[in-house]
């Protein structure tokens, strides 16, 4: 599994890791997850701001209009996590599909590279899977406010320092 790196777009900015796939995981769940922590509000009101998104990648699970995907643009490095809004299924049976984030006003053609107008199922990083809300807002008031983050690595080490032994 390609390891994603921080992120940031106008449209969708989070921070991803991929998770340690056990040997019980995957035997039990045929996959491994990832997890994201949005820095944007383009799915509002699905996710908001520092909620960390839990995704899984089984590529033999048909893509379905309403779900959440993480895509990738070609020549680009930031993945976009946004909800299909519709399918088209060739005769060969080959599918192409269109994403929108929910706060969006127009769908993401406009961030497609040049010249595409669907994505394919090549393009899927990830399917959204459930979430933990709120929990990463402190990441996200770090990369906002740089003092805060060195006010609590200040206050870290005052702790370290004052409750020594």
């Keep these: 599994m390609k390891s994603l790196s921080k992120a940031m777009n106008h449209n969708n900015k989070f921070l991803a890791r991929p998770s340690v796939c056990s040997r019980w995981e ?9 997890a994201l922590l949005f820095f944007s509000g383009s799915m509002e009101p699905a996710f908001h701001r520092g909620d960390l998104l839990f995704l899984t990648n089984r590529i033999e699970d048909p893509i379905r209009v309403g ?3 993480v895509f990738r643009i070609e020549g680009r490095e930031i993945p976009i996590v946004h909800r299909v809004l519709k399918i088209h299924e060739k005769q060969n049976g080959d599918i192409k599909f269109l994403t929108k984030g929910d706060n969006n006003a127009v769908d993401d053609r406009g961030l497609y590279k040049r010249g595409q107008h669907w994505l394919e199922k090549k393009d899927v990083v990830g399917r959204a899977r459930g979430f933990v809300p709120y929990i990463g807002i402190v990441t996200i008031l770090m990369n906002d406010y740089p003092k805060f983050k060195y006010a609590v ?10 409750h020594r032994e």
């Design 153 to 162: 690595l200040f206050l870290l080490g005052l702790f370290v320092l004052v």
């Design 67 to 69: 779900e959440i995907v």
């Design 26 to 34: 995957y035997k039990m769940f045929k996959h491994c997850s990832i």
